[in-house]
């Protein structure tokens, strides 16, 4: 059974930059059947898709965000991280990272991590 | 950005009910539809992907359905375990958006 795990701190500081990683056991990040991509959800509102990466290096990152956001990977520790730079309080948020699986031509996150607070504040 | 407008926003329902939430994108999508069901606290889990193709283990009273810009998630016979908030999302185009989610409330 694949799981994802999110680490990472739960107050930042504004202009500071986020950093988050997401653990994965029961499967490898090395496999070229997924991506793995990060997704937020602030307080009481929907789900903001961030970005995703696969093991080749191939990232694509949400325009809206992306001068802002690194998603990188380490496959000796079976990980992959996000760096979201200039934060600010609008981007408190929960962070989720997923696993994005195919079927046939159409993909969906079939794993989830539970999710990690990150409050911006000063 | 392709966007997604769910309806309704919430509803009031009873266990047995049959529930119907709508999502309608701005652009044809063919049918790169996802359906996700939120509990409180909890991270979205995948129901339905392709618009109607049932994920492993989602219970088979969850359907999905298109035509057009038009996407239904239907439950038949909603149980107890329902209540939850339901999104779409496209994967048909970058960036990969979501609705704005339906709560489905206990009447």
């Known amino acids: 059974q694949v799981q994802l795990h999110e680490s990472g701190p739960g107050l930042v500081k504004p202009s500071q930059t986020l950093s988050l990683t997401c653990t994965v056991s029961g499967g490898s990040i090395n496999s070229g059947s997924y991506y793995w991509t990060w997704i937020r959800q602030r307080p009481g509102k929907g789900l903001e898709w961030l970005g995703y990466i696969h093991y080749s290096g191939d990232t694509y990152y949400n325009p809206s965000l992306k001068s802002r956001l690194t998603i990188s990977m380490d496959t000796s520790k079976n990980q992959f991280s996000l760096r979201m730079t200039s934060v600010t309080a609008a981007d408190t948020a929960v962070f989720y990272c997923a696993r994005v699986n195919s079927w046939g031509d159409y993909v969906g996150f079939d794993y989830w991590g539970q999710g990690t607070l990150v409050t911006v504040s000063s | 950005d392709i966007q997604m407008t769910q309806s309704p926003s919430s509803l009031s329902a009873s266990v047995g009910d049959r529930v119907t939430i709508t999502c309608r994108t701005s652009q044809s999508i063919n049918r790169y539809l996802n359906w996700y069901q939120q509990k409180p606290g909890k991270a979205p889990k995948l129901l339905i992907y392709?618009?109607?193709s049932l994920q492993s283990g989602v219970p088979s009273r969850f359907s999905g359905s298109a035509s057009g810009t038009d996407f239904t998630l239907t439950i038949s016979g909603l149980q107890p375990e329902d209540f939850a908030t339901y999104y779409c999302q496209q994967s048909y185009l970058p960036p990969l958006t979501f609705g704005g989610g339906t709560k489905v409330e206990i009447k």
């Open positions: 392709g618009a109607s």
